[in-house]
């Protein structure tokens, strides 16, 4: 019984990044990932302190499990961000983002679950949508004035997911990476809950 179903989706590496001391990340051609992410990367790490996005489950600082050691946006959603921006293109790197898959469709909204697997058979899970903030503002606003303040609300349901390791492997610039998603229903009290 297969729990997870590989899908035809199939997108390809368009971008790959490592994230430093700050919020931008810098372009790479390959980035090999242990199951703690990828060595020298802000995000790696078996764990992490636990942030604002977890503030209804645990005090601001615990260590939780880090699920959030990948940043991954889809090409579509980052052409449509800066087009609700007004402007023609907005580098990945700016986002700190750690990669740019083309081909997925509506992939900020890839069910929680998922798996993206990669040539190599790195594989990666997704943990929920990355919503926007107002970190990016600032270094947006530095490369195109005038403009920081547009991307939290022209990225709201366009940000990507956040995703971590299952299995290690390298992920490499051009690779085909297949979405492969919870052989589940969608949970009929999703609504209320939602409240």
């Known amino acids: 019984m297969t729990v997870l179903k590989p899908t035809d989706f199939i997108g390809s590496i368009t971008w790959l990044g490592l994230v430093g001391t700050g919020l931008a990340s810098a372009a790479q051609t390959e980035l090999v990932a242990s199951l703690d992410g990828v060595a020298g990367e802000k995000h790696a790490g078996a764990t992490r302190a636990s942030c604002s996005r977890v503030l209804a489950q645990y005090p601001k600082g615990s260590e939780i499990r880090n699920t959030r050691q990948f940043s991954l946006i889809g090409a579509e959603d980052l052409a449509e961000i800066a087009a609700r921006m007004g402007l023609a293109e907005l580098p990945p790197a700016l986002l700190g983002a750690s990669m740019v898959i083309k081909g997925i469709p509506d992939f900020s909204h890839i069910p929680p679950g998922s798996r993206l697997q990669a040539a190599s058979g790195a594989t990666l899970v997704v943990d ?20 920081g303040a547009a991307f939290k609300p022209a990225a709201k349901g ?26 589940q229903p969608v949970w009929a009290h999703l609504a209320a809950a939602r409240r």
């Open 128 to 147: 929920l949508e990355n919503r926007p903030c107002t970190l990016p503002a600032r270094g947006i606003e530095a490369a195109y004035p005038g403009f």
């Open 158 to 183: 366009r940000r990507g997911v956040v995703a971590w390791v299952e299995r290690a492997g390298a992920f490499r610039l051009g690779d085909s990476i297949r979405l492969h998603i919870p052989d």
